[in-house]
C-alpha cells in the first residue's frame, strides 16, 4: 500500500526550554505542516510514504528534502523553485501559558506556484491512499485549484481519501473555509475532523451541528456522524475531543463511526512536551490503524494513542514505533525499559 | 501617570534545566531584585516606569543597563560608581526539591554608596507613584537614610506609595525588620504583604498576627486588615497565601482590603517553571490593576493571575502582556493560539 | 565506619531535554553503574567511601576516576588496562514515554578482566562494609569469580555485606539468575530486593514469592520477610514499592523487616526528572540511615526519601544533603529557601 | 548632536559554531540591516542615535524594539503595522568558506508599508544628521519615495547627510542602482563607498570609474576621488579596500578625502569571528570620527580600526568602546587585561 | 552511472568547542567511516550513492540509516543485526593541539557477522563503480572475506574499483596490512594512496618506497607511481601531500598519475575547523572528478580543493556544492556572498 | 616528593565562543587562581599536589572542592567559613580584541580569614616543595601574615620555595608590591619572572631592570639574572617573552637562570584558544622539570611547551599528559593522532 500527501512544508522555529520569543537568544530548527506531519508519522511506522510539495531551490530547501528524506519519506515529486520557505515562529506553551504560533507564510513558494503543468494523474496513478488537509486550500487559488485537481484524479486511479478539514482562523474565514471545504467530501473517503463543513439539518439551512460544543456527548457525536455519512457517504468519520487542563496538561479522547456505528476511545491524561501536530498524528495513527486493518475500537484507541504519544515528543511528529503506541494504548508499563 | 521604584537589583546565577550548583558547568544569567521586578513587569503592561538604583562601572553594569533599557525601564537616575555588583546563585526547585538562593550580595555597590548628596526630590517630583520593598532597608543604613529621604519626598509630592515588607531572614532578624519597617507605613498607601509590621491588640503590646497560620481563613484576614487599617490607615492592603504542594507545583490565592471590605481571589493550581519574582509579580499586578482601576474583585484576581503566569516564565519578571493575564484571571482557553 | 563497593561504571550518553536518540545530535555524559551509584550517593553524605573496579587505561578511564574523585570516592584500587569502557545510552522518560536504556557494555574491559591475580583479602581488610549487586555477576564468569572472593574475604574479616539482586533481563535469564544469586545469600546480611532468589516454601520445591504482585500488602510482605529471614538469617531486608503513574510521575513506598518485624514507609508522590539510579538511591539511604544508628521505622522513611530525591536530580546519584533529605522525610518545606 | 537613520531591520538567523545551513539544528538570532547597524554602534560610542523604521506588530516585532532599546537606540519614531519582518539566514564564512547569505526579505512590511502619511519634516526637524544607504531604495517603490522625502526634508532643516550606497546584486541590477542612486547625490555631504554611482569623464558618458580594480593605488583613487568632488560636491568621501584572504583572515584600508586632500590608512590583518557588519562599522567609525572632530588621518584610522573591530565580535555591530577602538588603531597591546 | 562503497560506519563522539575529553559534559554526534564518509561527499555532489554496512537493530542503528538517507545516501542492502555499533571518540585538534582518536569498535556488528550468505553479485551487479578501504580488512577475518568476495564480484561485472589503502597502525601492523592489502591490487583501477602496499624494486626483496619521505618531490613520486603502474597496471594513481603546520594550520598538495604521467596540484594553505574526513574527501573529489570526466589537472586540483574544504566543515564530510568546490579551485572569491 | 601551594581560588565566570559580557546570557564556570593553577597541572603531571586556601561553606565552596578533587589534588587543609567566593570575570580575547579580565574579589572569604591559628608549620611539614605568588600578599594584611608564616615554616622545615611575583596593577600600586615582595626573595629559591622586585645597581638606589624592555636581549636578561642571582641568591630564575601579535596569535619563548648560566628557549609561535593560565602553565612546567631532574635547556623548554599548550585548552590549566608537552617541546607531529 503507497501513501501519497500534498501540502505546504513550514520551517518551524522555537525558543529552546519554554523560552518566550520575547526573551530567547536562539531558535530550535524543526519542520511541520500538517500533511508532511503525517507522511512522516507513517513513513516511522513502516508505511511506504510520499510527500508532495513545493520549496525553494537553496540551502533551505535542501534541508528540508533532506528532513524528510532521513524520516524515509519519498521526495521525488518536490519540487524546487524561487521563492521563499513559509515559517512558523513557535512559543511552545508551558504550565499555565499556552502555545502561541505566530504564521509567516504569505507569498511562500508553495502557495504561489503555478500549478497549471503538474500532471496530478501521472503523478497519483502509482498511490493507493491520498491525504489532504484544508489548510492547503486557505493559501492561495493556486493552492486551490491544485487540491481539486488531486480530488479528480485521486478518484480517477480509486484512491482512497482521507481528508482533515484542519481549520485555521489566520487564514481564512470560517465561512468561506465551510463553503470552499464541503465541496470537497464528495470524494472523501475518510473524514477526520467535522469542521469547517456544511452538515444540512432538513431544512436545508441550518447546521446539524449548530450549537455542539467542543466536548460533546456520545449521543450528540452519533447524530452528528449519521448526518455526515447520510449527507456525504463516509467510509469513516472521526474527530478528538481535547480537554485543555493547562498548556502542560491535557485530556484526549475521541469518537469513530463507521459501518453505521460510533465508537468512543478510552480518554488519556497526559504531560505535554510539545502542544503541536497531536491533531496531525491521530491522523496519522487513523490512516495506519485503517492500512493495518485493526478493528473500529483498536483503530480509535490507537489514533489517540498515537496523538497522545506524539505530545511527549519534541518536534511535530510521532516517531515512535507501533509497539511503543500499542504499550501506550494498552495501558503497559510506565517505568523505565532496559 | 509615571512609576518609579528604588532598589538593589542583583546579577541572577542559575544552573540550567534544572541542574544543581554543584553539577553544573554554566550558569544563566538574569537580573532581579524585588523592586527592578516590579519596574520591568510594569514597563512590558505599558506603564511609564523608572528605576533608581546604583550599579558598577562596568560591563557587568553596563549589561544591568542594556537589560533595564531593552524591557523599557527608565534608567537616567541610575549611578555609575566603582564597587561590586551584587549577585544570587539561584539553584531553580523541581520535583520535591524547593529552589535555595545563595545571595552574594554584601558590600555592593548600591549597600555601600553613600547617599547625601542624592536629592529625592529633585527625583520624585515628576512621578505619582513610588514602589518601596523592605530589602533595601536590610541592606545597610545608608539603604536606610536613602529609603527614609525617599518617603519624605513622596509625601511632599504626594506619590501614592507602595511597599511590600518582604522579609528576607538571611539578611536581618525579624525583629529588627519590624522595628524598622513599621515606622515606615505612616507613609505608606498600599501595603503588599503583613510582616515584619507591628499591628498591635488594643493592649499595645501583643501583636494581632500573633497566631495567625500561613494559611488564614477569609475571617482571620479581614479582622488583621482591618487592623492594621485602624492602625495604620491604608487604601489598600494585600496579601498572597500559597500552597506549595512541591518544588513543580504549587496552588495561590490571595486577599485584598480596600474601603473597609475584604475580597477574596480565586484559589489557582500551577506548575512551575522559575519560582523567583512570584511576590513581585503580585505586586506589579495590583499596582497595574490599580492604575488602570479595576474594580476590587479584578485587582485581586488580576494580581494573582499576574503572579501565577509569573511562575510560568524563565526569570524574575511577568513579561507577558496583559491580555494574557486577562485570559488566565478569566480561566479562557489553554489550548494552542494560532 | 569505612564503606567500600564492586561492581561496573559505565559511561552513560543521553539526549538533552528529553529528545530520542532518533533526533537527538549530541549527548550529555553522566556515570552510572548500581554500585558506583550507592558509592558516590554515599561519600556525599559524608561516609568514607571506596570504590574498585576495571576501567580503561585511556581518557575515558581517567575521566571516570575524575568523577569518582570530585564526588570523594576514593580510587585507590581501581585498576586500569587496555580494553573498553561500557556505555549506556538512555533515553529519558517523560509524559507517556517511559525511559529506555540500551546497554553496549559486553566486552567491557570490567567484564573481562582476569581477577585471579586480584588479593581480595588483601583490600578487604580495610574497611567494615561491602556492598555488592546481581549485576556483577551477570556480567561474565571472571566477575562471578570475582564476587565469590569477595564475599569470602568479606566474611573472614568480618565486613557488614549489603546485596542488591538487581535483575536485568537484557543481561540473563531470570533463572540462571536466581540461581546464583540465592548463593550469595548466606554471606548477605542486609538484602536490598527480594527477586531473584529462591525462598521455597516447605515443600522445598515451590517459592514463597509465587502469585506476589509487584505491589504487595503489608501483610503479603511481612509473610516473604520471614520466610527469607528463616531461611538465609538476614539483619534486615527491604524493598520498594513503585506506581509508574507515568513516565514523568511515579509513586514510591517501602517495606523494611528487622528484628522480626516489618515496616512500612509513607508513600510519596513525584514527579520525575531523571528515573535512571532511584534503587540506587533507596540502597543508600538505606545504608546511610543503618551507618547511622537510626530507627528502623526512621531507616526505611530516610531511604525512600533519598530514593524520591534522587527522582528530582540529572544524573543516577542521589548527590543532595543529609538535611534536604531529612526536610523531604519530615514532609518540610517545599517553597523557595533564601 | 543628534543622528537618526532610516532603513529596514532584518531578523539575521544563522548556525552555531560556524555550522552549515544544511547540518545546523538550531538558529543564532540577531539582527542586523546597514542602517540599524550603524545606529547602533553610534549608540554604543554615545552618540544620541535614532532608528526609524517600520516593523511588525508581534512579538517579533517586539523583539526587535528590545533589541534596539537595550543598546540605547531611540524607537520612538518606528511603525508598528500587519506584515512580516524580513530575515536573513547567514552562514559564516570560516576558513576557506566565505560566509552566504540567504535572504528572505521581500514582502516585508516595511518594504509593503504606504508612506504617503509619514511626515518626514516632522520626524527630521530635530536632527543633526541623516544616515542613508542604497539598499532601501532597492527594496520597493515605496521605500524609493520614502528615501525622496528624506532627502528633501534633511536639506531643508540643514542636516548633514551621509551614504553608503551599499549594492546588493540579488536585490537590484547593477545599472539600475547607479542611476537611482545618482540621484541623491546632489543631497550627500559625506559619500562612503563610490559605487554604483555614475561619475562621468569629460565626455559625459564613460565613468572614470571604468577599469578601477577593487584593490587601487592611492593615485587612482585619488582622480577617483576629485572627480566625484568636482561632480557632486563632497564634505567627504571615503571607502574601504579589502583583501579576503580567506573567510577567517582579511586585510583591510582605506582612502579618505576630504578638502581637497586624500589621505589613506594603515592596512590592518586580522582574523574574523563574524564578516557581517564590517561595511556598517566603517561608517559609523567615520561618522563618529567626524561628529568628534577628528583630524583627517584619524578619521580614517578610526574607521578603519572600528570596522576591523567589528570582524572580531559575534553580530552586525561594533558594541565595543571608543577606547577599545582607539587602542587598535594605536596599535596598543594586544595582551591580557586585567 | 551508479556508486556503492562497502565499509563499516561508526558513531563519532566528539567534545564540543574543541573541549578535551577530560574536562567535557557532552558529546556532539556525528557518522564517520572511510567509506560512509565517500558516500555522503558524493551523494552530496548528486551522485547516485550506494552504502552497504552492517549496523545494530537498535535506535543507534535507524539514527544511522537517517543519517545516510538525509544525504540521499542508498541504504537499501544494509544489514539490521544484534551487536553493537562502533564507535570512535575525537578530540578535535586546535593550535598546538592535534586531533586525537579513541577507537571502541572491536565487536562491532559489522565486524563480527558472518557474510558467508551474503552475495555479492546480487548487490554489486546494478553498479559502476565501487570503493573500497583499507580499513575493512584490519577489523576481522569475516571483514577481509567480505572483501574478497566484492573484489571478485566487481570484477565480475566490471565494476571501476577504487582503493584507498588507509592504514591504521591501531588496528593492525604495517607488516600484515601491506601483506594483505598487496593482493587487492590487481583487482583496482584507481589506487587512492600508496602505503602499505609492496612495490618491489626490482630485486623483488626491497620497495621501491623505502626511504621516500611523507613530502616527496615531484621526481620521486612519479618514480613511485611509475613503479606502482608497471607492478599492478592502474587507471589513475593519486596520493595527498601534507603538510601540518599546527592543529589548525595545515597546507596540502598532491599528485597524480594517469596515463603514463604525473600531475602535481598546486599547495593550498588553510585554517582547519575539523581534521577528520580530509583523506575521504580527498577520494570522494577524486572520483567524483573522473565520474565528470575532468582533464587531469582538473581531477587533482578537484580532489585537492575538495579536501581542503572538508576540513572547514564540522563533521566527517564535505558536504558542499560542486561549485563551491570549483570556487575553491579556481582561487575565487573569499568575501561574503549575499 | 610531596608538593603543596597557598592562594586564593577564584570562580571563573566566562562567556562562550568569544562573545562579549555585554551580549552574553550565559557563563562558563571554571576556577583559576594563580596558585591553583600551578597545584591542578602538576596533579596532572603526576606530582603529590596539595593546596591550602579559605572557601566558603556553600555549594559554591564543595564545588571548589569537587574541581580540586576531580584533578587529583589534596584539598584535606581547606578552610570552609562564612563569607563569600571571589569571582573573576572574563571576556576571552579574539582576534583583534585582547582579554578583559574584572575582578570582584574583594572580601572574599579568603583575603578576610584570621589566620592567627592557622598552624602553618603543622601544615608544612610534611611537603618538600612550597609554591606561592606575589597576589595573595595583594589582597589584604592578614594574607600578607599569612605569607610571611608560611616562608617561615618552609625556610625551618627545609622545602624548596618557589615564587611569582606576579603583579596584578588592579589590586595594588607597583611600588607597595615592589616593597612587599622584595622580601621575600631572601626566603626564596626558585623565582619566577623578575618584577616587581628591588634589584639594586651598585649605587643602591636605581634599579638593573631600570629602562628594560618586555622583550629583551639574551645580554640584557643575562645581566639581570646576575643581579639577581648576586643579591638575592636563587638557585634558578626564569621569565618568559612574549609577543602579543593579536588577541589570537601570540609568539613566547624564555629565559632560564641556573647555577650561573643562562639559557634561552626555542620561541614558539601559536593560536590562542584561552589566553589565561598561560603564565601558570610556565610555572608548573618549570616546576615540574626541575622535580624530573631535567637538563636546563630541557627545563626551560618544557616550562615554555606547557605555557604554549596551555594556550590551545579552554580554562585556567593545563591538564594535558608529560607526553603531550614532550611531543609540543620536541617539534613532534601535529596531524590527527589515531
Chains 1, 2, 3, 4, 5, 6 share one sequence.
Not at 168 to 178: I, N, P
Request: aromatic letters at 10%; one cysteine or more; charged letters at 25%.
Amino acid at each position: 500500500m503507497k501513501f501519497i500527501t500534498i501540502g505546504e512544508i513550514l520551517l518551524r522555529l522555537s525558543p529552546p526550554n519554554y523560552e518566550k520569543i520575547m526573551t530567547t537568544h536562539n531558535l530550535i530548527m524543526n519542520y511541520g505542516g500538517a500533511e508532511a506531519n503525517v507522511a512522516v508519522s507513517l513513513a516511522n511506522l513502516g508505511v511506504d510514504s510520499t510527500y508532495f510539495t513545493v520549496i525553494p531551490d537553496s540551502d533551505l530547501g535542501k534541508s528540508t528534502i533532506s528532513y524528510l528524506r532521513s524520516n524515509d519519506v519519498h521526495t521525488k515529486h518536490i519540487i524546487k523553485t524561487d521563492g521563499r520557505m513559509g515559517i512558523y515562529y513557535l512559543e511552545e506553551g508551558v504550565s499555565v501559558r499556552s502555545s502561541q504560533v505566530i504564521y509567516d507564510r504569505t507569498n511562500s513558494a508553495f502557495s504561489e506556484y503555478d500549478y497549471t503543468d503538474v500532471d496530478m494523474d501521472e503523478i497519483l496513478k502509482d498511490y493507493d491512499w491520498l491525504h489532504l488537509s484544508g489548510i492547503t486550500s486557505a493559501l492561495s487559488y493556486n493552492c486551490r485549484r491544485l487540491i481539486a485537481k488531486a480530488l479528480k484524479s485521486a478518484k480517477k486511479f480509486g484512491l482512497t481519501v482521507s481528508f482533515d478539514p484542519n481549520y485555521r482562523k489566520s487564514l481564512w474565514s470560517f465561512d468561506t473555509a465551510r463553503d470552499v471545504l464541503s465541496t470537497y467530501l464528495p470524494y472523501v473517503d475518510v473524514l477526520i475532523g467535522i469542521e469547517p463543513i456544511h452538515v444540512y439539518n432538513e431544512d436545508g439551512v441550518t447546521d446539524v451541528k449548530d450549537g455542539l460544543t467542543m466536548q460533546p456527548s456520545f449521543e450528540e457525536m452519533d447524530k452528528v456522524f449519521r448526518a455526515i455519512d447520510k449527507q456525504y457517504h463516509m467510509k469513516a468519520i472521526a474527530r478528538t475531543v481535547r480537554f485543555a487542563h493547562s498548556g502542560s496538561n491535557n485530556s484526549l479522547k475521541a469518537y469513530y463511526y463507521t459501518n453505521g456505528k460510533t465508537y468512543e476511545s478510552k480518554l488519556i491524561n497526559f504531560d505535554i512536551v510539545d502542544r503541536v501536530g497531536g491533531g496531525d498524528a491521530f491522523s496519522s495513527g487513523l490512516i495506519y490503524a485503517l492500512l493495518d486493518n485493526m478493528e473500529p475500537q483498536e483503530v480509535i484507541d490507537f489514533a489517540v494513542a498515537s496523538s497522545v504519544m506524539k505530545h511527549s515528543i519534541h518536534g511535530d511528529t510521532n516517531i515512535t514505533s507501533r509497539a511503543a503506541i500499542m504499550n501506550l494504548m494498552k495501558d503497559g508499563s510506565h517505568d523505565i525499559q532496559r
